[in-house]
Nanobody, 117 residues
Framework: EVQLVSSGGGLVQPGGSLRLSCGAPGFTFNSHGMSWVRQASGKGLEWVSH????????NYADCVKGRFTVSRENAKNTLWLQLNSLNSEDTAVYYC??????????WGQGTQVIVSS
């Protein structure tokens, strides 16, 4: 069973920052691209970012480009998402997701980010 453990969410004021982490023990982490996907309350899933297995390439949804940064350290089986200049529209549960080729595969349990004054 694939295990993905997300952490780092919390309550932050508008304009603030958070760093989300995703631990990925138990599988060959460096063989998989990874994505972050979020879901705001009452809304559908929204893809946020992707990073290739090697970390050599990243891409982002337009709504977070320039504010969020995805990174990984394969030696530590860890994925991160740095969230800067947060606004209320970023409030959501954030999930790390293991890619299976071009598809989304296994999901973590999610970590809640709340942006509010």
């Amino acid at each position: 069973e694939v295990q993905l453990v997300s952490s780092g969410g919390g309550l932050v004021q508008p304009g603030g920052s958070l760093r989300l982490s995703c631990g990925a023990p138990g599988f060959t982490f460096n063989s998989h691209g990874m994505s972050w996907v979020r879901q705001a309350s009452g809304k559908g899933l929204e893809w946020v970012s992707h990073i290739r297995s090697s970390g050599s390439h990243t891409n982002y949804a337009d709504c977070v480009k320039g504010r969020f940064t995805v990174s990984r350290e394969n030696a530590k089986n860890t994925l991160w998402l740095q969230l800067n200049s947060l606004n209320s529209e970023d409030t959501a549960v954030y999930y790390c997701v293991r890619r299976e080729g071009n598809a989304l595969g296994s999901w973590g349990q999610g970590t809640q980010v709340i942006v509010s004054s």
